[in-house]
Nanobody
Framework: QVQLVESGGGLVQTGGSLRLSCAAS????????IGWFRRAPGKERGFIAA????????PYADSVKGRFTISRDNAKNTVYLQMNSLKPEDTAVYYC?????????????????WGQGTQVTVSS
């Protein structure tokens, strides 16, 4: 089973950018769909973006569409989440997760491997 580690979180001002990384080990990385989810204070965990094994399918939540971009480098076993035009409501703990479920799903229940999360705080 793949193990995941997120990095790249931090404090940024409104309108700023961050790039999160999700590094994988211990599995056949290219076989997995990788998703990004976030949990804001007092809210349920929610789907942000996902990417299939080839990078050819990348669904996004409406709240981040046009601002966030997910990508992957299978040679480096890493998935990225480029976050631009950040807003205070993007403040959350961001998690990456892996699934072998097909077709690609945005349902967190189907993601079996999760990272520990990285905090993103956007100040107003």
């Amino acid at each position: 089973q793949v193990q995941l580690v997120e990095s790249g979180g931090g404090l940024v001002q409104t309108g700023g950018s961050l790039r999160l990384s999700c590094a994988a080990s211990g599995g056949t990385f290219r076989a997995y769909t990788i998703g990004w989810f976030r949990r804001a204070p007092g809210k349920e965990r929610g789907f942000i973006a996902a990417i299939n094994w080839s990078g050819g399918t990348t669904p996004y939540a409406d709240s981040v569409k046009g601002r966030f971009t997910i990508s992957r480098d299978n040679a480096k076993n890493t998935v990225y989440l480029q976050m631009n035009s950040l807003k205070p409501e993007d403040t959350a703990v961001y998690y990456c997760a892996a699934t072998l479920q097909l077709p690609l799903t945005t349902n967190a229940a189907y993601y079996g491997s999760w990272g520990q999360g990285t905090q993103v705080t956007v100040s107003s």
